[in-house]
């Protein structure tokens, strides 16, 4: 019990103080490799919380993969990020009035881990059940992911499908007018 | 980073290792964490170091593009498939017990095969857009 409140502390503080450096900071390289030291916390968190599956897609999607992408976006942005909010007052305002209501919501949450919450009252039981019974797989979470709630799986892979076409189209729109802008450049100083 | 040969050649050692372990979590997700996102990525991440290292031409030599777009639609279309082959059978879509000879091994092969088509849509996604960043021409236009 003291050691989980001891990781548990450990764990909040780290984040706590990539958050404050991910305020501070300015140059967008740091940004990106904090905000993906940030994510890997996140999943060491998840771990404690005995939510394996969460933490590895956080570890390999959120730390891993998003931050190449990020890097390779990141080559056309400019280096420095432009302090452009005029006064710093009102923002914060809000920032600490929002953190105040989920703190106070968050006293009206069950403990975690206690069964006579409503979440494990539900379904959670017919799943836990039919997972061995009916589907006969030892992970209950991919049974629930691909099976009792195919349709939804189904709907996320279309989504990242469409969202990486449409990132395709887009980028791949402004290389085509590019090459119809020059062609015609070439072209007449082949004529002249 | 062509001629760090640090990289080169850790990057040859680990390029297979990685998709090994793709495979791994892909296949392995009915019994242990793991599945269709997390392997897709994971398979990404090799494909997507080989191009760091050896640049984006011999990446797209390695992994030409017209096959990572056609990829790209198939897991969609594999994971639909499953469906339409269940409505086909004579169950709703997506019912994977019919697919196999006892309800449970229908389970275990609809399982399979939709997360086979959430890996490979996932990891040739991640693989595009990669590619679409790396080879977007740096030229704005002005």
């Known amino acids: 019990m003291i050691s989980e409140l001891l990781i548990n502390a450990f764990l909040v503080t780290i984040m706590l103080s990539i958050a404050i450096a991910l305020i501070k900071t300015r140059t967008v390289i740091f940004t990106v490799i904090l905000t993906s030291a940030y994510s890997l916390v996140a999943a060491l968190m998840f771990i404690t919380l005995d939510a394996v599956d969460v933490a590895f897609t956080e570890a390999s999607v959120g730390a891993g993969i998003s931050t190449i992408l990020f890097l390779a976006a990141m080559a056309y942005l400019p280096k420095k990020e432009e302090k452009s909010i005029s006064s710093e007052f009102i923002p914060a305002l809000s920032c600490v009035i929002l953190g105040g209501i989920l703190i106070w919501c968050s006293f009206d949450l069950p403990e975690i881990g206690q069964l006579t919450a409503p979440i494990h009252q539900h379904i959670a039981p017919e799943y836990i059940k039919g997972s061995k019974e009916d589907i006969g797989i030892p992970n209950i979470v991919t049974s629930v992911l691909a099976s009792y709630r195919g349709y939804d799986t189904f709907g996320e892979t279309i989504v990242v499908f469409t969202a990486g076409v449409a990132v395709l189209a887009l980028l791949e729109k402004k290389n085509t007018t590019k090459k119809n802008k020059s062609q015609p450049k070439q072209k007449i100083k082949k004529n002249a | ?142």
């Open chain 2, 1 to 142: 980073m062509h001629n760090n040969p640090i990289l080169r050649i850790s990057t040859k050692i680990l390029f297979a290792p990685i998709i090994l372990f793709g495979l791994y979590v892909q296949f392995h997700g009915d019994f242990g964490p793991g599945g269709g996102f997390q392997a897709g990525v994971i398979v990404a991440s090799a494909f997507i170091l080989y191009s760091l290292v050896f640049g984006i031409e011999a990446g797209k030599k390695l992994f030409p593009t017209n096959v990572n777009l056609i990829l790209l639609a198939l897991g969609g279309i594999v994971y639909g498939g499953v469906g339409i082959v269940s409505m086909i059978l004579g169950d709703e879509f997506l019912a994977y017990n019919i697919l196999g000879s006892s309800p449970q091994s229908g389970q275990h092969i609809g399982i399979l095969l939709v997360e086979f088509g959430v890996g490979l849509t996932v990891s040739n996604v991640m693989i595009a857009l990669f590619n679409a960043f790396a080879s977007y021409d740096k030229v704005k236009e002005k």
